[in-house]
């Protein structure tokens, strides 16, 4: 074979790879530019169903928000307030038992247990609409729940369980605030309403021990690192008498000092020693204002309760946007019924 024969099917191979790249990105330009065809059609099309049908979803809207306006006018208004809790020694759980029983006699309309329970006036216990509690998500308080469990346990036993296994195990009790909500149709009935809520957990005899043992063991903590922070500064104090000793020892002639390396170095561990207890002193502070109390209580109920509006919980927004879905609903039926009927012949 000549060489010309080689360049010219080089040549032809060379070709054909080109009109088959060519084709290649003809098809995917020509399958993108059907997709956007097709986007723009659907919108056209909607476009032009709202255009052919637009008094008749408008006459449904007005009827709806008509209807809604006489519903808004003959609506009790609605009062809400808030209470937000830090649970510990895992009693979250607990407290929302709690709050669920009380909703739940909110449910069965038991006034008479709600005027027990929190000494209210038939009136006030009748206003009463809900109880709800939820936990405010705050995503930190998986990482420092994980960071503690690290710090818990061996570091085998961690390798084999990841942290996206710790966070689809951490339910809504391990979260550390959480609210409270109770809406009424009174705005006066929130007060001492928070106090029951809390001592209903509070009281509890499990908790109790627990938040008396771990307040002593706080306590012990918090007088032993005193003890040796004592211990530290006498120590420091006494390096220092003596390197003031051996100073005036060396005015009076030429010595070498083969420790004084050695000596810096002790003090340089009595001074970081030092600094981690007054650390551990600062954690065991913080620790002790947590877990004083079994709850702490970190925002009250409002005495007076805040008025519950939003335009999803208006009649009028909701029975307007109700006409226009059904009528709009009819139509589509109507049209699909058509296009079946035309679909047998």
């Known amino acids: 074979m000549s060489t010309n024969q080689k360049n010219n099917e080089e040549e032809v191979d060379l070709g054909s790879l080109f009109v088959i790249i060519g084709k290649g990105f003809s098809s995917l330009f020509n399958f993108i530019g059907n997709i956007f065809k097709g986007i723009f059609h659907g919108i056209i099309s909607i476009l032009l169903f709202f255009r052919k049908n637009f008094v008749k979803i408008a006459i449904a809207t007005i009827i709806g928000a008509v209807f809604g306006f006489f519903l808004e006018n003959k609506k009790t208004k609605k009062f809400g307030s808030d209470l937000l809790v830090q649970p510990n020694f895992k009693s979250a759980r607990q407290l929302y038992n709690n709050v669920n029983y009380y909703n739940d006699l909110v449910r069965q309309k038991d006034i008479l247990a709600i005027q027990q329970l929190f000494s209210l006036d038939k009136e006030k ?143 340089l561990e009595l001074f970081e020693t030092n600094r981690r207890i007054n650390r551990d002193l600062k954690s065991v502070a913080q620790e002790k204002s947590q877990k004083y109390e079994v709850v702490n209580v970190i925002s009250d109920f409002q005495p007076t309760g805040y008025e519950i509006k939003g335009i999803t919980r208006n009649s009028i927004f909701i029975m307007a946007s109700l006409g226009a879905i059904t009528m709009f609903l009819i139509i589509l039926f109507l049209r699909l019924n058509k296009y079946l009927n035309n679909y047998k012949r």
Request: proline share 1%; no cysteine.
């Open 125 to 267: 216990a009748a206003s009463i609409k809900s109880f709800a509690i939820e936990p405010i998500i705050v995503d930190n308080d998986i990482l420092s729940a994980y960071n503690d469990l690290i710090l818990s346990i061996d570091t085998l036993t961690i390798k084999s369980y990841s942290f996206e296994e710790f966070k689809f195990s951490f339910t809504e009790y391990d979260y550390k605030v959480h609210k409270v909500n109770v809406i009424a149709e009174k705005n006066d009935v929130f007060a001492g309403l928070d106090d029951v809520i809390i001592s209903s957990v509070v009281k509890n005899k499990y908790f109790n021990r627990l938040k008396t043992l771990s307040n002593e063991n706080l306590d012990r903590t918090d007088s032993l690192l005193r003890e040796n922070l004592g211990q530290i500064d006498s120590l420091r104090k006494v390096y220092m008498q003596v390197m003031l000793e051996e100073a005036k020892k060396q005015t009076n002639g030429t010595s070498i000092d083969l420790g004084g390396e050695k000596r810096t170095t002790k003090e």
